[in-house]
Every structure is written in C-alpha cells, then in structure tokens.
C-alpha cells in the first residue's frame, strides 16, 4: 500500500507544467519557450555544469602550485565524487519534503522551495536557522567572488582603470540579475556558459603545452601546510557549487529525474578542469605561487582576449545563480515573493545587491577568498549539513519504510548510505573545516596584512604605458 500512496502523488507532477509545450499559449511564443523558459532534464543538466565551474577554473592551477601535481588531481577527483553525493543527499531530501507537502494539498506554483524550508519541514526551526545562515552565507561571498574574478579578468586586456574602479563598474552591470525572474529562466544563459568556460579551459590547456615549460620552471609543491590545506579548500570550493540545487530542482518540471544530474555534469567538469590545471602548473610551475589568475602568465593573444571576455560574460551568468537565492530569500522577507510584478520584484530585490558590492571592494583577494569560503561556509553548506540532516530525517524505522527515494542495494542500502554520510561528515569537518580553516584563515590575514584592505590593484604587475 505505501508503494502506491507514492505512486500517486509525485513530486511538482503539475499537469499544466507537463503540458505547458502543448498549450495554445506556448505555440505563441515558442521563442520564449526555446530561450527563457527551461524546466527540462537538460536545462538542470547544463545549469548544474555551468554553475559548478566559473572563476574557480582560473584559480585551479594556483591550488595545484600549493598542492602538487598528484594531490591537485586525487583531490578533485576526490571531492568531485563527494560533491556529487552530497548533491544527491539533497535531491533526496527536496522529493521527499515536497512530496510530503503534495499530499497535504500545499501548492508550489508560485512559491521556490527552497533548502532552509526543506530542513524546516523535515526537522524543525533549529535545522532551518542552521541551513538559512550558512547557505545564505555562502552564497552572498560566492557572489562577492564572481564580482572581484570579473576586476580580476578585465584589467587583462585593458589595464587603465585598477580592479577597484573595474569592480565598481561590474557591480553595477551584475545588479541587472534582479531581473531574471527564477531559474527557469536561465536557459539560453546556462548552456552559454558551459561553452564558455568549456572554451577557456582549453584555451588554458592547449596555450600552456604550444608555450611549454618556462625557463628555470620549478614544481616545488608542497611545501608548508598552510598552502597544502588553502590549496585543498579551494578545491573543496570548486566541488561545492550545489548550494542552489533545491532552486535548481525547482524549476524542473519533473525534480524526481534530477537523482544522477550532479554527477554526470561532475564528470564534464572534471574533463575541462584536470587537463587546464595540470597543463598551466606543468608550463609555470611555483611562478603560479604569487599569480592566482592563470591568465596572469599567458601572453595576450587575441585568444586570450577571447578567453577573458567570455570568462567575464560567464561570471555575470554565475553571479545571478548565486544571488538568485538571496533574492528569493529577502522577497519572503519583505512578502513580495508571490507577486508577479517582475519590475516590484527587481526593485525590492536591489538592496541585496549592495553588501555584495561592498564585500567585493573591501576583500578583493582574488584566489585566498576561495579557500575562506571553502573551508568555513561550503564545509558546512553542502557536505556536513545535508550528510546529517540526511540520517537524521531517516533515523527512524517508519521514516525509512516510507521513504519516498529509497537508497538501492548497489550502495548498500541504509546502511552503506549512513557509512557513507559518516564517513564525509568526518573527512570534511576535520580536513575541510579544520586544517582548511586554520590554513586558509592564515593566508587570508596575510593577504590584508601585504595588500591591506581596500586595495586598489590586488597581484597587479608594473603600469605599462
């Protein structure tokens, strides 16, 4: 009997949203459909994919140079692998949150579920305050990374205003994603970032081996903890963008599909960032140690010009996927979520952009902040929390009777999912949290101590007339 009271009520199984194509209206707007409004497995595929791997890509040859050449590999594919079950976790934990709210008549269609409410109906307030701060934190310095990157990139190709000014500039062209609705609406967007950033990680590799070794190269890393640890945590971070993933799930007409999405588009990713990193850290070697932006040592091309651009034209895209749950957020905040003015909603959605801006002038550590970020906020957002909250919600017998996502026997059932959960909560809260905490907490405070704070031109080289 219970396998068919699931059966019956699947998760965001909306009539209208499975016929939507169908409808009188769409064929009238068929342009809209094929661009803007995206709900389909592909759509969550390429926003999970361009979403995970931005700026990050530039920085991943500086994480290298503090790891090694066998530790930067094992770590991604390591935490590429984690990354992608604790995405699963949440998965699990959005349908069976979901499904229990369909049957008790709750409608979703003008509402974006989001994690904290999936932990407060799950587990409790305690749990929803806990995911809300970390989450929420996260993802305000996970836009205040995009906006430094994009000072970071521009002052490339033209360096006549400082990365302070550029940042500026950036602020105000980001401020513009108070428009996109949800991510829905981010499909013409997501699926130009992956070949963006699929045309940089290439360029990386392949401008790396034409150059080749630089002369007097070294590969000394690693060689003191702290850049061991800092290293490991941005990679961390690299893997730890499913911090959206309930959004993501949202805007799917069927969420019950998204189960190996995360996964999938991991593979891809590892494919863009294996061969970039290792190809720029085995052409430069420990120079890498003090250019944090990849793009730093490769000589401008028109190439390069295109790399930097498209880079920048990505990290707009990145910048609304990790600011769009802030604005749904503060909109629940001040009750205008469900109005479907999209120009009230831009409006009371501006003044979230304003730390963002803020945060970015103050720590422009183009690099360092990734590791920070990493280690104290996407430790905790999305490898200890949803591993927890995941054997918590199914502590119980009757809990794992109805489950609606039942763990298969390839996994080892319940009981390889809560050794598995064990084993990430401990592995990320002692490496990631604790020796990444310490390690980039120390190169973080050395970074204002040489820059300081406010700096106009953080790893600038020489003016050139």
């Not at 996964?263 to 070697?285: N, Q």
């Not at 959605?349 to 104290?376: D, E, H, K, M, Q």
């Not at 996502?405 to 809560?418: A, I, Q, S």
Request: glycine share 8%; with cysteine; aromatic share 16%.
């Amino acid at each position: 009997m219970a396998s068919e009271k699931v059966e019956t009520v699947i998760a965001g199984n909306y009539l209208e949203m499975e016929n939507r194509e169908g409808s009188p209206e769409s064929q009238k707007s068929r342009f809209s459909t094929l661009f803007w409004h995206g709900g389909s497995v592909y759509d969550a595929w390429f926003s999970c994919a361009s979403n995970q791997v931005a700026q990050v890509l530039l920085t991943l040859p500086y994480s290298f140079s503090q790891l090694g050449m066998l530790s930067g590999i094992l770590f991604q594919l390591f935490y590429g692998l984690m990354g992608s079950w604790t995405a699963y976790l949440i998965s699990v934990l959005y349908v069976e949150y979901r499904t229990r709210k369909e049957r008790e008549k709750v409608d979703f269609r003008n509402h974006v579920i989001q994690w904290f409410e999936v932990l407060d109906g799950l587990l409790g307030k305690h749990w929803r305050n806990l995911g809300l701060i970390f989450n929420c934190t996260f993802l305000l310095f996970g836009s205040v990374i995009q906006l430094i990157a994009c000072a970071s990139n521009i002052y490339y190709i033209n360096d006549s205003l400082d990365k302070r000014t550029w940042t500026y500039i950036f602020g105000a062209c980001c401020a513009t994603t108070v428009f996109i609705p949800s991510f829905h609406n981010y499909r013409i967007w997501s699926f130009l970032g992956l070949i963006m950033t699929t045309y940089t990680a290439w360029y990386l590799t392949i401008a790396s081996l034409t150059l080749g070794q630089v002369e007097g190269v070294k590969h000394s890393g690693p060689t003191t903890m702290v850049l061991y640890f800092t290293g490991a945590t941005n990679i961390l971070y690299t893997f730890g963008g499913h911090a959206v993933t309930v959004e993501i799930m949202h805007a799917m007409w069927k969420p019950q599909k998204f189960k190996s999405i995360y996964l999938i588009a991991t593979l891809y990713v590892l494919t863009l960032t294996l061969p970039s990193a290792s190809a720029v850290y085995w052409a430069f070697g420990d120079q890498l140690l003090t250019h944090s932006n990849a793009l730093a040592l490769l000589p401008r091309t028109r190439f390069r010009d295109a790399a930097v651009v498209l880079m920048l034209i990505h990290q707009f895209i990145t910048f609304g996927f990790a600011c769009t749950p802030l604005y749904f957020v503060w909109e629940k905040l001040i009750r205008i979520h469900e109005t479907k003015s999209v120009v009230k909603r831009a409006l009371g959605r501006l003044p979230v952009v304003i730390p963002i801006w803020f945060l970015a002038i103050i720590f422009p550590f183009f690099g360092p902040i990734n590791s920070t970020v990493g280690s104290l906020l996407v430790s905790f957002t999305v490898y200890i929390i949803p591993a927890l909250a995941h054997m918590v919600t199914f502590s119980s017998p009757s809990a794992r009777e109805n489950a609606v996502e039942r763990p298969g026997r390839m996994m080892g059932g319940w009981v390889g999912h809560f050794c598995i959960n064990t084993l990430v909560v401990v592995w990320v809260f002692v490496v990631g949290f604790g020796f990444g905490g310490w390690a980039s907490t120390v190169n973080f405070v050395r970074q204002i101590n040489t820059f300081g704070l406010f700096t106009k031109c953080y790893q600038c080289p020489p003016h050139k007339p």
